[in-house]
């Protein structure tokens, strides 16, 4: 590892078979900031389609008739609280308590695993109010959106279940906290996106009706009917 | 923070020392711990990240209060607060439970740009289509070209009618080179002269060489298909009763169409055209010549 002369001083805890690089960053870590630097543009561009699109559409249900807020501020809270989870994850892997590792992680799992549960039970609720994927405009950017970000949510459920079953089995110091703390940046990332998605498509967008007189949507609209008529 | 670099080094120095002598690397103190400088290897333990995290709950609690008033749901002013709150939250997030803060810079660096990146992405994008809003459809439709492959002819520029500027009458001299089988070299009928001229049809339908319309069926051939539209119809029948009756019979993918066309949308455009009897007459031979 670095020298402790160096300008970036070596992290905390190296690992003991940790490597040395020309950063002074392990490569690994490196590589899951990279990943999310790139899920940011991955996800601002279906943001931006979904705010390109809101209150075009031209056939309900609308936002307003079928968001429900109370009930994602719920969820919302539910995903927060399995972060503050997950960092206490990490940090028990820090300390080597390997015990409270296992625990944290469960107990991030459940309530990732909730988190999921209302999403679920949202977009069937949806579905069974006549608010399909091909419905219009809200819909197929809303589902886009919102999917990713769930399946992103699924495969952190998947890889933390992994980690909790592989500490389970190895008490001697595996997963490291490297494992741990890498799984966590990428769990506390589906956070900060779902922080953002719920301002957007929630607060802001959630109470959206069908386009206003003078909108574009309308406009395009009336001269598609004139031609007919 | 914009204490300098001198000055901040001795204090993290002190800091570092003092901090040895009391305190495990579990607690690095709340207040420094959130808004000081961090000797290295000091992260937060469950007395930080729990402040934190009722912190964000608090925050989440608060902007959902904020919409519970009906007069504020969905109204603009909320906006500006919304997005401070959940930007806040973004960065706390990112800074402590990501521990972001207390990295290497690149890291930061590497997310930063990511995030930039995406932001930009995503103005540009809702400035493109919300604000400065083009009218794509209304602006390109009638000037769409249909994909073709010219051969002998790709000097030829290819000038599309608008139908409210309805084209002159085309010259004959420059349709007749690529004019179909029917017309004659010398010049064109007086059908196709109607035909891309005053009867206006040319800028729904297409004929190789002479129209390229694409909102009616394409017109190649015409007269054969014709004669199987409709059972007990003549060819010359069908073609006359589709120009003057265009609402008799809408042709779609059940005549082998690529498409099932708009009924009432060649009459809704006829009605404001008139022909006499001789341009009906006219049209129907030319078009009986297109085999």
């Excluded at chain 1, 206490?88 to 590792?101: E, I």
């Amino acid at each position: 590892m670095a020298h402790a002369d160096t300008t970036h001083a070596p992290p905390a805890h190296p690992p003991a078979h940790e490597e040395e690089t020309t950063t002074g960053i392990n490569h690994r870590k490196l590589l899951m900031w990279v990943f999310l630097g790139s899920d940011c543009l991955f996800f601002g561009s279906l943001i931006a389609t979904y705010m390109v699109y809101r209150g075009q559409s031209i056939v309900g249900p609308y936002p307003r008739d079928i968001i429900d807020v109370p009930i994602t501020t719920v969820s919302t809270f539910v995903l927060l609280m399995s972060s503050f989870a997950m960092v206490m994850g990490v940090a028990a892997a820090r300390n080597g308590n390997q015990k409270r590792l296992i625990q944290w992680l469960w107990l991030t799992i459940v309530l990732g695993s909730i988190f999921i549960g209302f999403q679920v039970y949202e977009f069937n609720l949806f579905r069974v109010e006549g608010l399909r994927y091909e419905t219009n405009l809200f819909s197929s950017t809303f589902f886009t959106l919102t999917g990713f970000h769930g399946a992103h949510v699924t495969l952190g459920i998947f890889w933390l279940i992994c980690l909790a079953i592989v500490a389970a089995r190895n008490p001697a110091g595996r997963p490291s906290h490297l494992d741990v703390d890498i799984a966590g940046l990428y769990w506390h990332f589906v956070d900060i996106v779902w922080i953002v998605i719920f301002t957007l498509l929630y607060l802001i967008g959630g109470f959206d009706g069908p386009p206003e007189a003078g909108h574009a949507a309308v406009q395009g609209w009336n001269w598609v009917t004139g031609l007919i008529s | 923070m914009s204490t300098n670099p001198g000055q901040e080094a001795a204090m993290a120095h002190d800091e570092h020392a003092a901090h040895e002598e009391h305190a495990a690397h579990e607690d690095a103190g709340i207040s420094r711990f959130f808004f000081g400088h961090v000797p290295e290897g000091v992260h937060g333990g469950l007395k930080q990240y729990g402040l934190l995290a009722i912190f964000l709950a608090i925050i989440t609690l608060i902007e959902f209060l904020i919409i519970v008033p009906e007069g504020l749901q969905g109204s603009g002013v909320v906006i500006a607060p919304l997005v401070i709150l959940s930007v806040i939250k973004f960065f706390c997030v990112v800074a402590f439970f990501m521990h972001l803060k207390f990295e290497h810079e690149l890291l930061w660096q590497i997310f930063v740009a990511g995030l930039a990146l995406g932001l930009v992405v995503a103005l540009s994008l809702v400035l493109l289509f919300g604000v400065f809003r083009p009218t794509p459809r209304a602006f390109s439709e009638p000037r769409q070209v249909p994909f073709e492959h010219h051969v002998e002819d790709h000097h030829e520029a290819v000038a599309r009618p608008l139908p409210d500027e309805l084209p002159p009458p085309a010259d004959p001299a420059d349709l007749a080179p690529a004019a179909p089988a029917g017309a004659t070299a010398a010049g064109a009928s007086p059908g196709q002269t109607l035909f891309v001229g005053t009867a206006a049809c040319a800028s729904c339908h297409t004929i190789q060489g002479v129209a390229q319309g694409v909102l009616g069926p394409p017109l190649d051939g015409i007269a054969s298909a014709a004669a199987n539209r409709i059972s007990g119809y003549s060819a010359e029948e069908y073609i006359r009763e589709s120009i003057v009756e265009p609402d008799a019979y809408t042709a779609g993918t059940a005549d082998g169409l690529s498409q099932d066309y708009q009924q009432g949308l060649m009459s809704a455009t006829m009605a404001g055209i008139v022909l006499s009897d001789e341009d009906v007459e006219a049209l129907v031979e030319y078009l009986l010549q297109l085999r």
